[in-house]
């Protein structure tokens, strides 16, 4: 089955830098790739997502990109707040054939220093 | 637009006892997952309903069922609990497009 690692577990920056967080997957058949942000006490929020037919996408100051070929993909935050903090976590999933199983890094704890 | 309701939002059950726990998803939306948060195992996939038939299951025991009814609202039950379950259980809503949308959780703690 898919395995998805992903780096750090956890990154501390001051804010207005930027963040980067890395996943990697070993399912070469999966083609979709979200990415949550989980704050204390409540569910993962989805933040952006990527497909494989496309290399990068950006909502603001939040970007991902996917590298189909090495099977990694990146989180970029730039201009870091404080109200970034909190645990992000990357996930894989094959949608060809049905399905929205969605296989989960170990997340990383950001904090944003003031 | 409403989000995805689960209930109840906190439990606390005693060991061998069952449990069943609520999702309401997104209007429109017929694909609900299941998933188990620890801090030891992180978020795992349990099962996906998908008009009311089960069209994915992750690696967990038979304790762990689920069903989803004709409105799309779905219950997971979990049997014979263990300590082990003690656990944030969560649901996800999706078109079946891969866009999933979480709830709160209902945080199951087994004494």
């Known amino acids: 089955g898919e395995n998805v690692e992903q780096h750090p577990s956890t990154l501390s920056v001051q804010e207005g830098d930027s963040a980067v967080i890395k996943c990697t997957y070993s399912?070469?058949?999966?083609?979709?790739f979200p990415w949550y942000k989980q704050e204390l006490g409540k569910g993962p929020q989805l933040i952006i997502d990527?497909?494989?037919?496309?290399g990068e996408k950006k909502d603001q100051r939040i970007a991902v990109t996917l590298n189909k070929t090495a099977k990694h993909f990146s989180l970029h935050i730039t201009e870091t707040q404080p109200e970034d903090s909190a645990v992000y976590f990357c996930?894989?999933?094959?949608?060809?054939?049905?399905?929205?199983?969605?296989?989960f890094g170990t997340g990383t704890q950001l904090k944003v220093e003031l | 637009k409403a989000g995805v309701t689960q209930t109840p939002r906190y439990l606390i059950k005693t060991r061998g006892q069952q449990v069943t726990l609520s999702c309401s998803p997104i209007?429109?939306?017929?694909?609900v997952s299941w998933y188990q948060q620890t801090p030891g195992q992180g978020l795992q996939f349990l099962f996906e309903?998908?008009?009311?038939?089960?069209?994915n299951k992750g690696n967990f025991p038979g304790r762990f069922s689920g069903r989803q009814f004709s409105n799309s609202r779905s219950e997971m039950n979990v049997s014979t609990l263990e300590l082990g379950d003690s656990a944030l259980y969560l649901c996800?809503?999706?078109?079946?497009?891969?866009?999933?949308?979480f709830g709160q959780g209902t945080r199951l703690t087994v004494v």
């Open positions: 996800a809503s999706s078109r079946g497009d891969g866009e999933a949308f």
């Open positions: 990527i497909r494989s037919n496309v």
């Open positions: 399912d070469s058949a999966s083609n979709y």
């Open positions: 309903y998908f008009s009311e038939t089960q069209r």
């Open positions: 996930a894989a999933s094959r949608l060809t054939g049905g399905g929205n199983k969605l296989t």
């Open positions: 209007s429109g939306h017929r694909s």
